[in-house]
C-alpha cells in the first residue's frame, strides 16, 4: 500500500494507426535502459491528463490530444511508491517525427521491449486490446 510520499505520474500511451511512442531511458539514470512511454510528475494543481499532454510535449516535442484514462497503476520500486495515470492518447500533426529517443513501434512488437515493472500490467493487457487483430509480433525482449 502506498503512503503520503506516493510520486503522482502522468503518462501518455500515444498512439497512431498500429504504432504507439516509446523512448528507452539514459543511462546513469533511474530504470536506466528500460523503455517506457511519455510522461512524468503531476505538477501541483494540474490535472493527470494535463500533465500527460505536457510531459509528452516536453519529451517528443508533440503535442497530443489526450484521451480516456486507460488506468492507474501504483508500484514501490526501491526508491518509493509511484502512482501512474495512464491515458490514451493521439498525435495532432501525424506526420511530425518524435525527439529522440522517442520513436515510433508497432503495437504487435511491445514484448520485445524491456518495461519498467510497473508498467507491465499495461502493456500485457490493455495494449493488448489496441493490437489490431491477425498481427503477432516478436517476442525477444531488447
Known sequence: MS???TTQIA???VRHEDRVLIGQRPSATVLAGYWEFPGGKILPGESP????ARE????????????DRL???????????????????EPV???????????WVPIADLPRYRFPPANQ????G??????PPGTQGTTEPR
Open 71 to 89: 488506468c492507474v497503476i501504483e508500484h514501490e520500486y526501491a526508491h518509493g511508491w509511484v502512482r501512474l495515470h495512464f491515458f490514451v492518447g
Open 49 to 52: 491528463s494535463r500533465a500527460a
Open 3 to 5: 503512503n503520503a510520499h
Open 11 to 13: 503518462v501518455a500511451v
Open 126 to 131: 490493455v495494449l493488448a486490446a489496441l493490437k
Open 93 to 103: 500533426n501525424p506526420a511530425q517525427s518524435p525527439a529522440a529517443p522517442f520513436q
Open 56 to 67: 509528452c510535449r516536453e519529451e517528443t516535442g508533440l503535442e497530443i490530444r489526450v484521451g
Open 121 to 124: 500490467p499495461l502493456v500485457e
